[in-house]
């Protein structure tokens, strides 16, 4: 049981981000702007590897305490493209278990990075959690 | 899966100082992540008998706790304080102080302790002032490590979030 990582990020609500919170847009039906919220923005559950990859792609070490609370303009948007880069099936593929990917495939693929430049750009404050 | 010796230690833990405790020592002793750690303790658990309810309903809900680190802060994180040597004070760090896993009534009891609501993300950012200490010294099985946590970090200016997990 090695260390896994997740990237939080707390900031204020609004309507625009509903595509990219962690519930669906209609458990937000009453959620007012500016209320904030914590999102789980990316996720590295398996292990040690990905986790420094991770940690890496946002400039921080993984068991510097100092560098948790990171500037979201440091992190590097192309190595975040990578560490995501056929790690995601689109819904249908996840179902068939399919080797190949499609494009909703590598859509799926891009979507993390998209929630952090749009969390990002609405101002959300960054989190690199360590667990293990 | 745990050694016989530990599964001692976790129903020994659990009985004389609560939940929470069994749960870190278990994250010490094996280096699983939190969920992992809660998942084996409350097996071992059940198994003894101490826990017969297993985990009800699919909602999971954490509370999670924002500020800056200092003397008085330092040993209530989730770290040994000796990790944070060499961590100014003030560096802004986060903390998870309670987790529910799986459990649609222990997350509304959480929330409930917090005066937040589990599905009205209006309530999520916590005043803390607000929150029932006594019932989330109950919610955690009478375990006093999570409300001397919960004080003293409120005390020392951290901010506090519910957070419904993704499904
Ligand atoms: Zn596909």
Redesign the pocket.
């Known amino acids: 049981m090695g260390m896994s990582a997740e990237v939080l990020a707390i900031g204020p609500f609004h309507r625009g981000l509903l595509p990219f919170l962690d519930q669906p847009p209609e458990r937000h039906a009453t959620t007012r702007e500016g209320a904030v919220l914590v999102v789980s923005v990316f996720r590295a559950p398996e292990g040690s590897t990905r986790s420094r990859e991770l940690a890496a792609c946002v400039g921080v070490e993984p068991w510097d305490f100092k560098s948790h609370a990171f500037d979201p303009r440091r992190a590097d948007l192309g190595a975040l493209r990578d560490f995501h880069a056929g790690y995601f099936?689109?819904e249908?593929?996840a179902k068939a278990r399919?080797e190949h990917?499609?494009?909703?495939?590598e859509r799926?693929c891009e979507a993390p990075v998209e929630r952090f430049v749009r969390l990002r750009d609405a101002g959300f404050e960054f989190f690199f959690c360590p667990n293990g | 899966m745990l050694s016989p010796e530990l599964r001692d230690a976790v129903v020994r833990l659990f009985d004389e100082k609560g939940l929470l405790e069994a749960v870190l020592h278990v994250r010490r002793g094996t280096g699983a992540g939190l969920a992992e750690a809660d998942a084996a303790v409350r097996a071992v658990l059940h198994e003894a008998g101490r826990l017969p309810v297993s985990p009800r309903g699919e909602t999971s809900v954490e509370l999670l706790a924002v500020g800056p680190l200092g003397p008085s802060v330092v040993e209530l994180l989730d770290y040994d304080a000796e990790r944070y040597t060499g961590v100014p004070d003030g560096t802004k760090v986060i903390t998870r102080l309670f987790d529910v896993y799986g459990n649609d009534e222990e997350s509304r009891e959480l929330a409930a302790c917090l005066g937040a609501d589990v599905w009205d993300f209006n309530t999520h950012a916590l005043d803390p002032w607000r929150a029932d200490l006594d019932a989330l010294s109950r919610l955690a099985g009478g375990d006093d490590v999570l409300v001397r946590r919960f004080s003293k970090l409120r005390a020392a200016g951290f901010r506090f979030f519910f957070r419904v997990l993704p499904p």
């Open positions: 099936r689109c249908e593929h399919a990917p499609c494009d909703a495939c799926a």
